[in-house]
């Protein structure tokens, strides 16, 4: 499958366009055209994970964190980051990183841990930024209104709340003259012609407005099928970072560790928890937030001394799973919607706790 197919369910998932401006996300290295038959799901990119993408035929390697995130000085092998992109490259390796926009993503990092831990969804911790829509427009005729509506609901337009199919259409009268050199669906080169059209209107995410008119475009029965897009002033739906989770009965400190199964610092006093806010990765942007949750848990990745200290002052317990531990977990989501034969690397980070 050509590389841009490959990535088109990634795409969805964890919209490039979604990542903070800071970060450094989508295909680093490689040619969206070239053939993929097997990717490595990897956190980090490291030796011996382009060691392991060589020994298993992989062509592609999708990690959390970008391998070139810093501008490159160099591609010499004396330096490390350099060497490991001049050595991805070498092997013909195609590189793609999904990092905060897959933090922010609905089934993200921050889920993936929530759902290894056991927890139901909470509610956004950290905010960051917002979902916005946009109004879409097209007029079709009234005999191809079925195909253009199932188009919209497949992109995931006219979602509103806890409605789907959202839409509206009215009937009116299209106008248009084909000129020279055109094909047209119906009417006769040089006439003026008059067709009975549905005007439909939806919303959607404005992340994913240019994909539903590619889709348009390809069914639409017009050569030049008007599309029009409008912004809108509202809804704006607030995007975060991490979950504040509420558990109507409290859980065991010991429950959750074993749920999590591997190596954790716990920092506390406390054994059971009813508040629990979590964070995968670094968790510093996360602890003003547990806290004005009023928490009793804060579950993250790492956490420096000052940060443990001032959670510790202010009665907030704290677990540690380690920064590539906690979010190694969003790989099987990952797994699951990719189109090729893919795998989760043996080593998808090398620092643990
Ligand atoms: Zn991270």
Redesign the pocket.
Known sequence: MKLKDVLKPLRKMAPESTAEAWDNVGLQIGDKEQIINKALLT?DITDSCLEEAREKGCELIIS??PLIFKPLKNLTTSDYIPRLVSKAIKQGLAIYAM?TNLDLAEKG?NRALGDVLGLKRGRGLVPSGYKEYVKLITFVPITEIASIREALWTQEAGFIGNYDHCAFETIGTGRFRPLKGTNPYLGTIGKDEEVEEIRLETIINKEKYLDLIEQIKKIHPYEEPVIDVYPLAYPKESRYLGEFINLETPVNLEILLNRWGKKALFYGSKDEFKRIAIL???GSIGVEFALKNKSDLFIT?ELDYHELIQAREEGLSILLLG??AS?APVLNNLLEIMPIEAQIAAKPYLVTL
Do not use: F, I, N
Request: no cysteine; proline share 0%.
């Open positions: 956190v959390h964190h990092h990092v995968g990765g670094s990745g920064h590539g979010e």
